[in-house]
């Protein structure tokens, strides 16, 4: 691979690739850090990041004791399943940094059973390492990063336990006014860094042949895709029409709420590929309109739904923005789970990415927005 330099001009990145497999779902999670210690693939070890599951680490925290208070707002509810940062486990139990996560197991008699393992403590893993073509924006050792990352919240609880992903309120937003008036406006802007569109256009590439038929859902104005040749159809589905008739890469273009009705018209089983970018956290009924999407795939299709962590926050749906980042891709494999139309669930990660020197939020986040891609197979 490539490799980029600091301004000094010396090499500094590498890209540390975790792999590991929880029951139907194969998981890829890359952070992209400084070549500080000099470490090359199979130098490092799964264990060399992540401690041994310790089972003296789940424990039993009466409810009284959480610190559940929230400045403003109704006091914070316990959903059995997710994972919620250590300090509102309190001090004595927090040990180290506060802010590291905690999954809350059961919550029942006034007690709250806690597992403060390491999220990827419990699952095999492996870990390769390659010079990376990006510099990046994390500084030390990839054992000091990968500790704080979040890597692990993705997978199901352990044993028979079910996550408590949705109640009345979850998939509400701040602004339930309707959907066509909010997008009505016009923005021809970027929602991800020069950086972050850059690896996903790369990604998408590696799914496209030509000759396919793909399905932009949730489209705007821009499609996070390569050149390709004409035979590659694209049909932009999307709310507002200027900036459908914007983007390029579109052969044909829908206007259609999704949130106001799942069900589109468009012909069973015309797609090879759906794509939906920087969208699905907007979706209020997400199971129906990917039960939809796996009536217009063909057998053998694929979707594939990407984020990050920006969105708009009125508009997103409240549990979207309760999750940590390497939650949300837990929550998406859940949707695709619901509609019983899926199968071949795959969830990839990059993190650790500098931001462009000329981004406009430069000055307040050095590293690119995170990309997560959630797919999956139609059955």
């Not at 489209?219 to 004409?230: K, Y």
């Not at 206007?255 to 920087?278: K, Q």
Request: proline content about 6%.
């Amino acid at each position: 691979m490539l490799r980029r330099f600091n301004r000094e001009g010396n090499g500094v990145s590498v890209e540390v690739r975790l792999s590991w497999q929880d029951r139907d779902v194969r998981f890829i999670d890359r952070i992209v850090v400084g070549d500080a210690m000099g470490v090359r693939d199979g130098e490092l070890d799964v264990g060399d990041l992540v401690p041994m599951w310790d089972a003296s680490l789940v424990r039993d925290v009466p409810l009284e004791e959480m610190a559940l208070a929230r400045r403003y707002g109704q006091p914070l509810t316990l959903h059995a399943g997710r994972f919620y940062p250590r300090r509102l486990a309190g001090t004595g139990v927090a040990d180290g940094d506060a802010t590291q996560p905690m999954r809350v197991l059961d919550v029942r008699d006034g007690y709250v059973r806690i597992d403060l393992n390491a999220p990827l403590a419990s699952f095999p893993a492996s870990v390769q390492v390659a010079d990376s073509d990006w510099e990046s924006a994390l500084d030390g050792a990839p054992l000091d990063t990968l500790r704080i990352a979040g890597i692990g919240m993705q997978a199901m609880p352990p044993g028979d336990l079910s996550v408590d992903w949705l109640d009345e309120n979850s998939l509400r937003c701040e602004d339930m006014t309707a959907d066509d008036q909010f997008y009505r406006p016009v923005r021809l802007v970027h929602h991800l860094d020069a950086n972050a569109r850059t690896w996903l256009t790369r990604y998408y590439g590696e799914a496209l042949h030509p000759g396919m038929t793909v399905l932009d859902l949730m489209s705007s104005w821009t499609s996070h895709l390569p050149d390709q040749p004409d035979s590659l159809e694209v049909v932009g589905l999307g709310m507002n029409l200027e900036e459908l008739m914007a983007n390029s890469r579109l052969s044909e273009r829908l206007c259609h709420d999704l949130n106001r009705n799942p069900v589109m018209s468009l012909e069973v089983g015309r797609f090879d590929l759906v794509l939906c970018t920087a969208s699905v956290e907007y979706l209020r009924d997400p199971v129906a309109v990917l039960t939809d999407v796996a009536r217009v795939l063909k057998p053998g299709g694929r979707v594939m739904i990407a984020f990050s962590d920006r969105w708009f926050p009125t508009k997103a749906v409240q549990i979207w923005g309760e999750l940590h980042p390497f939650q949300r891709p837990a929550l998406v494999l859940h949707y695709l789970r619901e509609s019983g139309m899926f199968a071949d669930y795959r969830a990839e990660s990059i993190q650790g990415i500098a931001r462009p020197r000329d981004d406009k939020y430069a000055a307040q986040r050095r590293t690119s927005d995170p990309m997560f891609v959630v797919s999956a197979t139609r059955l």
